[in-house]
């Protein structure tokens, strides 16, 4: 009984580079929500969409970084042309239902980018 | 803009010590508050409150909403080693279901 699979745990880019993060929900899971954790700060929303839908992506930056979540396969958070500033902990989180039902999210272990 | 605060920001107590961690928060709509542990990975969920004054408890950990005073505590009684983490607070407002996150307060509980 697996739960949120993201991928690769930990990942460096130099600047201007694309960064690809991967995230499989639990199974049954149609929810899956992206959070960015910057240091000595909390969790900030980024996006949450359902199957091959973006239902909110009001706390991602505008340019630069796009997510989907296809029919097929995981969800991507892709950030092209890195810079320092993206250097954060990006985690994935995924539910059955939409809300956080009785027992809230379930969170991946996250990917920590690091860009040099 | 949607806010939650944590205090303190970080604690170190001694093993067997029991510590109240606080939360505020200041939301258009609150549907729920959640508190999570954050060891060096993924956050893991403790409690969800939705009624005021209700707690809600698991072993050492227990928790309790004021929804007059918008806040909530997390008490950890007889606290141990493996407490140590960052515990984070957080608000569901019902808008997309996105959570409100504090920064979290860093538990230190030393031999």
Same mark, same amino acid.
Request: glycine content about 8%; overall charge positive.
């Given at each position: 009984?697996?739960?949120?699979?993201?991928?690769?745990?930990?990942?460096?880019?130099?600047?201007?580079?694309?960064?690809?993060?991967?995230?499989?929900? @639990?199974? /049954?899971? $149609?929810?899956? &929500?992206?959070?960015?954790?910057?240091?000595?700060? !909390?969790?900030?929303?980024?996006? %949450?969409?359902?199957?091959?839908?973006?239902?909110?992506?009001?706390?991602?930056?505008?340019?630069?970084?796009?997510?989907?979540?296809?029919?097929?396969?995981?969800?991507?958070?892709?950030?092209?042309?890195? @810079?320092? /500033?993206? $250097?954060?902990? &990006?985690?994935?989180?995924?539910?059955?239902?939409? !809300?956080?039902?009785?027992?809230? %999210?379930?969170?991946?272990?996250?990917?920590?980018?690091?860009?040099? | 803009?949607?806010?939650?605060?944590?205090?303190?920001?970080?604690?170190?107590?001694?093993?067997?010590?029991?510590?109240?961690?606080?939360?505020?928060?200041?939301?258009?709509?609150?549907?729920?508050?959640?508190?999570?542990?954050?060891?060096?990975?993924?956050?893991?969920?403790?409690?969800?409150?939705?009624?005021?004054?209700?707690?809600?408890?698991?072993?050492?950990?227990?928790?309790?909403?004021?929804?007059?005073?918008?806040?909530?505590?997390?008490?950890?009684?007889?606290?141990?080693?493996?407490?140590?983490?960052?515990?984070?607070?957080?608000?569901?407002?019902?808008?997309?279901?996105?959570?409100?996150?504090?920064?979290?307060?860093?538990?230190?509980?030393?031999?």
């Amino acid at each position: 009984n697996a739960g949120v699979m993201q991928n690769p745990r930990h990942l460096v880019r130099r600047r201007g580079q694309e960064a690809r993060l991967r995230c499989s929900p @639990v199974k /049954g899971h $149609s929810h899956v &929500y992206w959070y960015r954790q910057l240091p000595e700060e !909390g969790l900030k929303f980024m996006v %949450y969409l359902q199957k091959e839908n973006i239902i909110d992506e009001s706390g991602m930056p505008k340019e630069r970084f796009s997510a989907e979540f296809p029919k097929e396969g995981p969800s991507i958070l892709r950030i092209q042309q890195v @810079v320092r /500033g993206d $250097s954060a902990a &990006y985690f994935c989180a995924s539910s059955q239902n939409t !809300g956080t039902a009785n027992y809230g %999210y379930t969170f991946g272990s996250g990917t920590r980018l690091t860009v040099v | 803009e949607d806010k939650v605060v944590q205090s303190p920001l970080s604690l170190v107590v001694h093993e067997g010590d029991t510590v109240t961690l606080n939360c505020s928060y200041e939301v258009t709509n609150f549907r729920s508050l959640l508190w999570y542990k954050q060891e060096k990975k993924a956050p893991t969920f403790l409690f969800m409150l939705t009624s005021s004054g209700i707690e809600k408890k698991s072993g050492r950990l227990s928790s309790i909403l004021d929804k007059k005073e918008l806040s909530s505590i997390l008490n950890i009684t007889a606290t141990q080693t493996g407490d140590s983490a960052i515990y984070l607070c957080a608000v569901d407002t019902g808008t997309a279901s996105k959570l409100t996150f504090g920064t979290g307060t860093r538990l230190q509980v030393t031999l």
